[in-house]
């Protein structure tokens, strides 16, 4: 029987409580947006494979709880993931983008941040979808091409804002690693 994927890729959302990170996966993995305020306990995990450069990709993606009470637990599971791999691939995203009006974080911040940490960074929004898949694809994209998949062009990812222009835009940070 045929292989159901190529690659097993494990991606991680971490970020303060209510930036979105539960929604974000729900979106990803189920094209779903729920307004209910339900805070992550622990950890968790949803799956999707996806298509990229011809090869299917499992993404199981974890989503680690905000709240600090949780922090313990939280930030030695990413530990853990990061001494796993030394290399850890890194996107920052900036969700809740469909809400300008309460727009946290400046656009321009972000990308400096984003620059000087060499990662990308994405306006999301969970709820209109804006740019979740986009994200989640590229940082897929980059983790393929980094185990060795196929390379095309310029291997040195430049630290690039790679944004969908979004109609409105709030932004509380979380990153995806
Ligand atoms: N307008 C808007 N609301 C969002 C978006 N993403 C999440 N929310 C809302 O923000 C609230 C918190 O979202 P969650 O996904 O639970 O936040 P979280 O980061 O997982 O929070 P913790 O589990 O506490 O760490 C919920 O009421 C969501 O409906 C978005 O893109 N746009």
Redesign the pocket.
Known sequence: MAKAYDHLFKLLLI??????????IIRFAEDN????????IGIDFKIRTVDIEGKKIKLQVW?????ERFKTITTAYYRGAMNASAGVERLLLG?????EAKRKVQKEQADKLAREHGIRFFE?????SMNVDEAFSSLARDILLKSGGRRSGNGNKPPSTDLKTCDKKNTNK?SLG
Not at 33 to 40: A, K, Q, R, V
Not at 95 to 99: G, I, Y
Request: hydrophobic share 20%; net charge neutral; charged share 20%.
């Open positions: 970020g303060d409580s209510g930036v979105g990170k539960t929604c974000l947006f729920n307004n209910t305020y339900i805070s992550t989503d680690t709880a905000g709240q969700n809740k983008c469909d809400m999301t929004s969970a709820k209109s979380c």
